[in-house]
């Protein structure tokens, strides 16, 4: 048996994954955030349009989505980088055994 050694992620594999993964984390405490808020008799405050809820209700809106593109972007990049990876490791051992 052969041992496969994982191919190195991108530079751009990396930024992807690190900014959807915080897209996702920050939009999971705007969430909590609007639960606690809304547990503590909290939302005529919520609804009053000032201060930092209008951003905490908004937020999650925009980056869930761009961090489900994001992730799309990321299997695309990923799954293109295995297939020339696999393209690369069949052309090198028929390759062998021609002369």
Known sequence: MTQQTPSPTSRLQRVLS??????VIV???CIAAILIGTAVNGFAQQSSG??????VF???L????IAFV???VLIIVSGR???RAAKEAAGRT???GRR
Do not use: D, E, H
């Open 18 to 23: 690190y900014i959807a993964a915080a897209l």
């Open 27 to 29: 939009s999971l405490v």
């Open 50 to 55: 000032q201060g930092l809820w209008p951003a």
């Open 58 to 60: 908004t937020f999650p």
């Open 62 to 65: 925009i980056a869930l989505p």
């Open 70 to 72: 994001l992730i799309i």
């Open 81 to 83: 980088q295995r297939s």
């Open 94 to 96: 028929t390759g062998k």
